[in-house]
């Protein structure tokens, strides 16, 4: 392009070709001006999180968002970094799986097995420390959790960097919808003056967000229920909702969204296929992961293996904070458009 535009701008060929110099005129300065925007779109892209979005759900698969109307995970999925076939645990319980994507350790380590998915009051708290833990250790990061399921009390210590919300199976009234009305509420309250009791007094650096609905209907209704097509459709919607509090707040630019789930369609209440637990093909290992917004590469599939063990690494990543090499949790650095920048607290040392 270049050598053809000197050649435009050359005073012998103004003189004998004034009206294509009138075009090579046009041309270059829309070149100029194509390079400038892809310039500033990219510089858009690669701003830094400064908050990140993890949106867990149950139930949903690959297959399951584009067979369904769910304009909200499509867009997702077509514009951020995606994996369509990342791995739960095995078998893809809903305690342990939601143990392992909290600590980025697999079920051996974090000791959080099938039996944990009857709650007993007689239990401790997870002993493992999770990306709450690390967050907080690394960064100074707060989190908000929401969660829609009374077992995963005992997945999150009482800390003080944590806020945590309820809004479980025993209340009937329960569904995503008031788990964004919680979430709206939340946010109102703690960015204004006051904080209102809560611990944190701003918007928070992770919010968690639980969103059991589509296999709380498919074990009650089927998988091919319209129950179930109604719970992915209230689960799409209240993640759009999501988004817009936050555009709202002013800071949608400025946050990575995190898409993905602890289990897949077609598990059965035992996590194996039909409920049989002699049967070896295990369903429901297969779920999305899909990552969106601040810093993250548009339409862009993500080569590697993918576990949501990695789902913490990759957040702390995003966040400019140091991993840890308790866990195995890794972070997926190839969906980033540029290396987020390193922030410390000078805590990642202490007692080294």
């Known amino acids: 392009m270049y050598p053809f535009y000197s050649t435009c701008i050359s005073k012998t060929f103004m003189k004998k070709n004034p009206v294509h110099f009138r075009f090579c005129l046009l041309f270059g300065a829309s070149a100029l001006f194509l390079s400038v925007s892809l310039l500033w779109s990219s510089v858009a892209l690669a701003v830094q999180a400064q908050h990140v979005i993890l949106f867990v759900l149950e139930g949903v698969n690959s297959e399951t968002i584009e067979a369904n109307d769910l304009p909200v995970l499509k867009k997702l999925a077509k514009e951020g970094a995606t994996k369509l076939h990342a791995q739960s645990v095995s078998p893809p319980l809903t305690v342990p799986a939601m143990a392992t994507l909290l600590t980025g350790l697999p079920v051996a380590k974090h000791r959080i097995n099938h039996e944990w998915e009857t709650y007993d009051f007689s239990r ?54 008031t788990v964004v009305g919680y ?11 006051g904080g209102y009791g809560f611990r944190l007094f701003t918007v928070p650096g992770l919010l968690v967000t639980h969103f059991p609905a589509p296999l709380d209907a498919a074990l009650k209704r089927g998988w091919e229920s319209n129950a179930y097509k109604k719970a992915l459709t209230s689960v799409d919607t209240a993640i759009g909702d999501v988004l817009e509090i936050y555009r709202g707040h002013q800071v949608l630019d400025k946050t990575m969204v995190i ?39 548009p339409g862009y599939r993500i080569k590697s293996t993918v576990s949501i063990m990695d789902t913490g690494a990759t957040v702390m990543e995003a966040l400019g904070l140091e991993t840890h090499t308790e866990w195995q949790s890794k972070p997926l650095n190839e969906i980033f458009v540029a290396t987020p920048e390193r922030k410390t607290t000078g805590n990642e040392s202490f007692g080294r």
């Open 124 to 177: 401790s708290f997870l002993r493992s420390p999770t990306m709450f833990d690390y967050l907080d250790l690394s960064g100074g990061i707060d989190t908000a959790l929401f969660i829609m399921d009374e077992r995963f009390y005992q997945l999150s210590r009482p800390e003080i960097y944590v806020d945590l919300q309820t809004c479980g199976k025993a209340k009937p009234q329960c569904n995503p919808e």
């Open 259 to 297: 898409v993905t789930g602890l289990n897949g369609q077609g598990m059965a209440k035992s996590g194996h296929e039909n409920g049989s637990s002699g049967t070896k093909a295990l369903q429901g290992i297969s779920v999305p992961w899909i990552a969106w917004g601040a810093n993250i590469k």
């Open 183 to 193: 979430i709206e509420d939340y946010l109102r309250k703690v960015t204004s003056q």
